[in-house]
């Protein structure tokens, strides 16, 4: 690879940290030579680079996010405003609803009556949209905390390059012979898109590994929370896995009484798509519960 692409593959790799720090520092209010640091750019140099491999200022990211992040906690859990508030990084409730009012056109308040679907047991997904699926009865599970190494993808779920991401990342487990009996392959769909436009959607493809590593080029590693899950199976294409999750939060979650963590869910994928046919393709959806 010639001295450019190096290059741009570093520059992603640094802006990949920033995002990760973002991410887990939301309620923080982090100043821009922070955030920079992360990213080992100087403060000038960083916010011209970061809006020029993300398409936003590095504060209208973080704005959006906490935005996006409030929308989903007001959907799927009963957590108060104020709470919600606090949580990602605004000081009053008033505060929140401003910003949240500018951007979604409603009231946090008003956001929730329209679109949560476990408010007062009652499910609001539109059948019309999406086909609700048979569900198997889940499994309540503990999962370890998990280190795992991965590649991010922006775009819509259903995007065909989002493949591109799992073969970088298999081809550098691979020369590196990092698979055994251990190892899961894991996808986390860290945003709703319902609520984040595709072209902002956030998937990171993830191989677990034994311990934390330190990684060259689009790779990074990170850890993949633990906790109590409920887990789910579905069994069919990837392409169906859009209803499948409707299913599980527009009919099992409202009559479940389970209150849902502010954490992603897991996809695990059970069986290589490469060599199974659609139809058989297993994967486990482990959905986190407090």
């Known amino acids: 690879m010639n001295n450019e692409g190096q290059t741009t593959i570093d520059y992603k790799r640094r802006i990949t940290r920033v995002l990760i720090y973002i991410n887990e520092h939301l309620a923080e209010n982090v100043e821009l030579s922070e955030i920079a640091a992360v990213s080992c750019f100087s403060p000038f140099h960083f916010h011209r680079i970061f809006k020029a491999l993300t398409g936003e200022a590095v504060f209208e990211y973080i704005a959006r996010l906490r935005l996006e992040t409030a929308a989903r906690m007001l959907r799927y859990t009963h957590e108060p405003v104020n709470s919600i508030a606090w949580q990602v990084g605004y000081e009053t409730h008033s505060s929140l609803t ?53 590649v991010e993808h922006i775009g819509a779920y259903n995007a065909a390059n989002c493949g591109d991401v799992w073969q970088t990342l298999w081809k550098y487990v691979e020369e590196n012979n990092l698979c055994n009996q251990q190892t899961e392959v894991i996808g986390l769909a860290l945003d709703d898109p319902d609520i984040t436009k595709p072209e902002n959607c956030r998937y990171d493809a993830c191989i677990t590994v034994d311990k934390p590593m330190k990684t060259t080029g689009e790779i990074g590693c990170k850890k993949i929370p633990g906790g109590l899950f409920v887990k789910f199976t579905y069994k069919g294409p990837y392409t169906k896995l859009s209803d499948f999750y409707q299913s599980v939060y527009g009919e099992w979650l409202p009559k479940s009484g389970q209150r849902l963590r502010d954490c992603p869910c897991i996809e695990k994928y059970v069986n290589n798509p490469q060599t199974t046919p659609p139809e058989e393709l297993i994967t486990e959806l482990w959905l986190p519960i407090e």
Do not use: H, W, Y
């Open 98 to 150: 401003k910003a949240f009012r500018k951007q979604f056109g409603v009231s946090p308040s008003k956001f929730r009556t329209l679109n949560s679907p476990i408010r007062d047991n009652i499910i609001s997904i539109n059948p019309l949209k999406c086909k609700m699926m048979k569900l198997e009865k889940p499994e309540m599970i503990v999962r370890e905390e998990k280190d795992c190494l991965f």
